[in-house]
């Protein structure tokens, strides 16, 4: 078994490059700190700083037979992060936007039987993304962000390595992101139809 942790960095981007996923731990180990006082100096938010984070070693995983060893990790590494952080505010701003025209024409109401409507609403939400996560990705979220399993616990009882919790809580994560995000579009989208 390789101590991935006693590689080079150049080493273990050769690893990484030919789907070694325990390769992809000392590497973010190695950038993790800078990287996040980087994402954070702009993100001003600790929340959105992590999830970058997160998202930006997915695209690392997702993406590495393109990493060039020739060329420095860390450059490769911030250039992804940025991008990525600069998207996500874009589209912040832009949802914000969405937001605040709807609200103009919505009429305010604080109605304790309308919030519980719309808590059983986001669990159904919630429910139904965890659903669709592929099998070992929903094993591996509902021991760990349900029962409140640590890595460690939940690789134990799959019989996987943490790394491979690791990288299927992301993929989790992400996958749950992803379909909240497009189900609200499809709402605000509806919502923004009625009103015309």
Request: charged content about 25%; glycine content about 4%.
């Amino acid at each position: 078994m390789t101590k991935y942790s006693e590689l080079h960095e150049s080493e273990l981007i050769f690893l990484l490059r030919k789907g070694h996923e325990g390769a992809l731990k000392p590497l973010y180990n190695l950038h993790v700190k800078k990287l996040h006082y980087f994402i954070l100096r702009t993100a001003k938010s600790r929340q959105l700083t992590e999830d970058v984070i997160q998202d930006v070693f997915i695209k690392i995983w997702e993406n590495r037979e393109h990493i060039d060893p020739g060329l420095p990790f860390k450059t490769y590494l911030y250039t992804i992060a940025k991008r990525h952080l600069l998207n996500l505010l874009k589209r912040v701003q832009h949802e914000s936007g969405i937001l605040d025209e709807i609200r103009k024409y919505a009429v305010p109401v604080e109605n304790t039987t309308e919030l519980q409507m719309e808590y059983s609403e986001s669990n159904t939400l919630l429910h139904e993304a965890i659903a669709k996560l592929p099998p070992q990705c929903k094993e591996v979220f509902l021991r760990c962000k349900i029962r409140g399993l640590s890595y460690k616990q939940a690789a134990a009882e799959l019989n996987i390595t943490e790394g491979t919790v690791n990288s299927q809580m992301v993929k989790a994560l992400r996958l749950i992101k992803e379909y909240i995000s497009f189900k609200n579009t499809i709402l605000l989208l509806l919502a923004c139809l009625l009103n015309y």
